[in-house]
């Protein structure tokens, strides 16, 4: 094996590591307001791509148009399945809160089917295809934009939750959500505001990431499960956990496919996943929970 071939495999697994750290985060930013594991995050993700085709294709909108529009519609779908189908819940329990995400996720799945069919669509690249050579191996332009977005909005995450005081009570309501709302903190706009930034997140990933992959109705749920897989390695943690566990992923699973077998790509992240279960449940990054007795 050279390393022209270790090199190229990498860049190739650093941008779609990118991918599942947004949407990561995703799960993360719900988990640690709600205490909600979303599976209907990887729909978010479907919605950003095929939005942004209908936009271009139906409202004949430019691209640099389409894609806030469709972050828009994304983000009003997420709104409204919190408020129809979260909100509503009065004491609900784990298991109550999973089947109804994994409900949502298939209500959702299901209407696009209807809307845009069982065919894939592609969306043009950012700006063209391009090769660039990088060292002795090359990347499409488009691997470039989905890691320079990315960072943009991982820089942009942390800034609003770490310097907005909206931001700032979210981070209250995820260490004690009884103690913020004692303090005079809405907690139930908090819930809403993790599923505008998680919803927004999520499709902004499925846009980015469609000229490369293409995107049709189910093409969220393997993503949004290697998401998950990623939000697990860095233990639940919206920051910078979550984002070297994406990229650790996206990386083993770009040299496990290389090395191995391109047939054993999707295996390699469940395994990985069942391997952090079994070794360190809190993720590679968290801390293990105590409780004082």
Known sequence: MQFDQILQYTLSGLSTGAIYALIGIGFSIIYNATGIINFAQGEFVMLGGLLTLSCMELLKLPLWAAVPCAVA???????????????????????????????????????????????????????????????????????????????IIILVNKVYFYHTISGKAMRACSYNRRAAGLVGIDVKRMVMFSFVISSAMGAMAGIIVAPLTMTAYDVGVMLGLKGFCAAIIGGMSSGLSTVIGGLLLGVLESLGAGLISSGYKDAIAFIILLLILFIRPQGLFGKADSERV
């Not at 209407?111 to 499409?140: C, E, N, R, Y």
Request: no cysteine; charged share 10%; hydrophobic share 50%.
């Open 73 to 151: 519609i994304s983000t009003v779908v997420g709104v409204l399945f919190e408020r129809l189908a979260i909100r509503p819940l009065k004491l609900p329990t784990p298991i109550n809160l999973v089947i109804i995400t994994i409900g949502g996720s298939i209500l959702i799945r299901g209407l696009a089917m209807l809307l845009w069919g069982k065919d894939t669509h592609t969306i043009q690249p950012f700006s063209g295809d391009t090769p660039i050579a990088i060292g002795g191996a090359t990347v499409l332009p488009q691997h470039l934009w989905i890691l320079a977005i990315t960072i």
